[in-house]
């Protein structure tokens, strides 16, 4: 069987997203990338998260064929696929419609950076697609709905904001690795959920002021870290 | 003993509608209905869910009388008969007062159909009947409960969207059997409570286009839907 | 030792108060009242719940004098003492300072009959008191609290409205024993939560129709109830 | 190995912090003072709450310089130091991300005294402190942390609000043990989450009158309180 270490490891993760509370049903999925072969291994379409073993993972290219498994492999597929191509060094992505990051999602609008707990995850608002068009979602939906993430981030470095807002829809999460995307997905629900009582009291929509962004994001993340243990 | 089988998988359904959380002490019950028989499995009237046993469960005929068990059917029956006798096709139903359900229902606001989560479960908007006349109240209450449900479907199919608002009152699902019903009144709550901060985030009742609920909705069901495992 | 019965009762009463989620660390305290004796078994001041055993509640008459127990009793027994003289046919009485039911009090708005969950278990608005004045809380503060309540049910029948928001504090609910009184704390608590949201999407108090107050109280209290088991 | 009471304190009060649930990953952290040593234990930065002993704690001096220990203290600890030097008496503090004392923080908002659930523990609002300047967050940001947090406290005691929120992000307890400051924590959220609503429900901000403050922080504090056990 390939890729036995990515299989557990993204097994691991799609359970860890069930653990977290994040997800009703079989309402969740979670990939990784093999940079080498160019292999993506993901949650099988509509499996209950009880019976989920590394085995039943499907593993597909990045045409979206199927290499390995008998499962179908989640519907959301494509969209993984497109950001696996779009942004380079990314190694897992989460997709979910956690409570609080799907009621931004709805509402199409982005999640202001309110406070230190944002800044020390994500390097700025985390930004919501455009809607998609009726050709869009027509044809391609979820391949375009990466398209549409993709666009977004033109401006954007993913690594920095591992996280988007589908508009009308859900939020999807990346990381270096799948346990990466999925605390990310856990982060952004808890500030999303921070943020919608915060925009209620301001009324108004103020962000942190920027050099406050930059010390809470830079002292856990890049060459000037001081966070953790070395 | 009529009907073990069915009375086995109400039971279920009673239970699990219990374990979701969407019920507070005897505030829910669940009935299927067997077509053939025209006979309709229910929970017993203010019977703690410790307690339940498929035995205890009592048996209905259409009209109401019981058929099988020594204990009162729930007081909510004559609402589940008037909805088995306008719905075609639908094999049980639920009721529960769950907390953001309730919220619109005591509201007399529908639930717009604000994001895909919604629209993979409900193809549209979930309806809120009209307030009952006092008349109505005084007289046959449960039975007028079912008849205003009925008369709101009248240009709605039943199965396409499986769920009601009760104006004042609360929710009732349904589907092709009972735990379907179940599965739809946990779906309902979590639309309902993303519902809420959605409409005060956009302040306006902003639904997702057309083309987009027909996309999500018809990816899982229908004959073209391709999501989960053929 | 005295009133046995009576002990476990409200000794099992407080430690499921404890386990419905509704109390923080030691905020909360049921009493039990035997109306023959004249004697309120209550909780004592500051004891944990995890080594609250019925030989440790405290005894006081209706002078608020110990007749048994070691400890002292509940700070709020004057308010408890107040409530069982002016209310007859009560046996229990709870006090928290619940999440939804203390934002009421704390807000000194009365919660409105918006929906049938409120109808079933309070025949109208559960009021608030008026604030008390700066002299009643200087002197006899605890008693005080319970003259204002009283003095809010002159109109009111207690059993009917078996609860009360006290201004700027929290909910004191009652009812025909112990833990009936503690029912009455968890539904009135859901009532609140519900109440919040409502309030917000209706932006007008707009109650139900008396009609169906009357309809739901009615169908599961006094001599027409035909609610649960006979 | 030094102070090895306090350790154990320390690890209880951080493994009851996690516990309480105001905790994500690793987002807070408890230190104890011993004002004979004038040294403070503290958790170390980023390790996990599954792993925590008392050997583990980092110990340093008011300088910040490590006394014992091999792993780098919490990034925080900066601030907690400006606390023990700023505020006499104090002996443990407290610092999470908790969702709703973060809400007020994020808003920049203090917190008004609305309730008797409130009085009992802060004998006035919860303050929030100013903005920290580009400045002041480029150069010695977390001791500057403490700098604002102790100029916010010029004409209030700490020990009678014990209790601060950051600007933009986050709140800070303290107490005369560790364990206090936990507690701390924990009213701080509840309060927090009551404000909320309470604010909204009123739209204007209406602390509860000064006397019945005053009676009910004194009923628990001071040498008339007379609340629990002698």
Known sequence: MKLEKLRQEVCDANLQLKESGLVLFTWGNVSGYDK??????????GISYDELTPDLLTIVNLEGE???????????????????KSFP???????????????????????????????DFFYGAVPVTRQLTAEEVENDYE???????????KEIKPLEVPAVLVANHG??????????SVENSIVLEEVAGMALWTKKLMEIDKSIPDYLLDK??????????????K
Chains 1, 2, 3, 4 share one sequence.
């Open 216 to 229: 809470h994001y830079l002292r856990k993340h890049g060459s000037g870290a001081y966070y953790g243990q």
């Open 171 to 180: 939020p999807f999460t990346w990381g270096i690795n799948a346990a990466k």
């Open 143 to 153: 391949k375009n709905t990466g398209k549409v993430i993709a666009e977004r981030f």
């Open 36 to 45: 080498n072969e160019k292999l993506v291994v993901i949650k099988p379409s």
């Open 89 to 119: 060094g990314i190694g897992g992505i989460s997709h979910t419609h956690s409570t609080n990051a799907t009621i931004w999602s709805q509402s199409c609008l982005e999640i202001p950076c309110y406070g230190t707990t944002h800044a």
């Open 66 to 84: 199927i290499v390995e498994g008998e499962l179908n492999p989640s519907t959301d597929t494509p969209t993984h696929l497109e950001l696996y």
